[in-house]
């Protein structure tokens, strides 16, 4: 079956860095949305970035606007979330998530358009 595989996550002091990806497999991976969620704990998860199936459209939270960066890989299968400026508010678990869109440039801000899941990878950011 479809499968999605989260990696990146860590212990990173506040301005820091990092690089999230998420690798797929068994999918057609062209035809997918591709998002990052984060459930930052005692909250709701929500998505953070999104990237439509040609890569010409993203779409970014107002709180990570300038610091997250979205990008994907159709020829490996994989979507990259850079963290760039981190912050203790950013202390989250976070999802790569695939939804089935049929327009190419649009992206998915609901949740519930999504179809597959990553695991999760935990971003800590200490003070």
């Known amino acids: 079956q479809v499968q999605l595989v989260d990696s990146g996550g860590g212990l990173v002091q506040a301005g820091g860095s990092l690089r999230l990806s998420c690798a797929a497999s068994?999918?057609?991976?062209?035809?997918?949305?591709l998002g990052w969620f984060r459930q930052i704990p005692g909250k709701e998860r929500e998505l953070v970035a999104a990237?439509?199936?040609?890569?010409?459209?993203?779409y970014y939270a107002n709180s990570v606007k300038g610091r997250f960066t979205i990008s994907r890989d159709d020829a490996k299968n994989t979507v990259t979330l850079q963290i760039n400026g981190l912050e203790p508010e950013d202390t989250a678990v976070y999802y790569c998530?695939?939804?089935?869109?049929?327009?190419?440039?649009?992206?998915?801000?609901?949740?519930?358009?999504?179809?597959?899941w990553g695991q999760g990878t935990r971003v800590t950011v200490s003070t």
């Open positions: 068994r999918m057609t991976f062209r035809s997918y949305v």
């Open positions: 990237i439509s199936r040609n890569g010409a459209t993203s």
């Open positions: 998530a695939a939804g089935f869109a049929s327009r190419y440039s649009e992206t998915l801000p609901v949740e519930g358009n999504y179809d597959y």
